[in-house]
């Protein structure tokens, strides 16, 4: 199985900030990797698929970057609605995995 | 409008069956892949089920393999998942979701909003 390793596994930040999550596989994925965004007791939203492509009705203040092995989720400013605990998912072999999430709450 | 709607869920023991409905509206379940998710109370996200579009292919994650089975009815437009011999370490919430359509787009698009299914004695 492919193991989906994130960090932070929290951080705290202000509105405005500049965010940086990074979400690692144990091989090469090529750019198989998706980003969701969870909020307590919701479900999950799609935010990125194919590394770097926003979903449909998406922010452009988050961006996803990187392929093989390494990958980036970066809000580029805060907003209050993005308080939430994010993943990274990678769809380049069954089983599909999920890394352990982050969690952003605020500073 | 898109939408999944799950529902099913509730209290069973050990042992015991359930069977999970996800209601497709907004899409043709011919025309896409849909998995089964599930979250563990406090825990993160696990994969658990996948069938294609054709409902030709299914596979399956190890913890639920020969317990579980994906299936789906065009006709009624909803997605199943079977869940038998159930066991304490099932308790989760169980989401259905929508694989995407297109090159390197297979990722989850569209979740339902989940159905808690509570294995107990």
């Known amino acids: 199985d492919i193991q989906m390793t994130q960090s932070p596994s929290s951080l705290s930040a202000s509105v405005g900030d500049r965010v940086t999550i990074t979400c690692r596989a144990s091989?090469?994925?090529?750019?198989?990797l998706a980003w969701f965004q969870q909020k307590p007791g919701k479900a999950p939203k799609s935010l990125i698929y194919a590394a770097s492509s926003l979903q449909s009705g998406v922010p452009s203040r988050f961006s996803g970057s990187g392929s093989g092995t390494d990958f980036t989720l970066t809000i580029s400013s805060l907003q209050p609605e993005d308080f939430a605990t994010y993943y990274c998912?990678?769809?380049?072999?069954?089983?599909?995995?999920f890394g352990g999430g982050t969690k952003v709450d605020i500073k | 409008q898109v939408r999944l709607v799950e529902s099913g869920g509730g209290v069973v023991q050990p042992g015991r069956s359930l069977r999970l409905s996800c209601d497709a509206s907004g899409f043709s379940l011919r025309a896409h892949a849909m998995h089964w998710i599930r979250q563990a109370p406090g825990k993160g996200l696990e994969w658990v089920a996948v069938?294609?579009?054709?409902?030709?292919?299914?596979d399956y994650a190890d913890s639920v393999k020969g317990r579980f089975t994906i299936s789906g009815d065009s006709s009624k437009s909803t997605l199943y998942l079977q869940m038998n011999s159930l066991r304490v370490e099932d308790t989760a919430v169980y989401y259905c979701a929508r694989e995407g359509l297109g090159p390197l787009n297979d990722a989850f698009d569209i979740w339902g909003q989940g159905a808690m299914v509570t294995v107990s004695s």
């Open positions: 998912q990678q769809y380049n072999d069954y089983p599909l995995t």
């Open positions: 069938m294609s579009f054709d409902e030709n292919d299914k």
């Open positions: 091989q090469d994925i090529i750019n198989y």
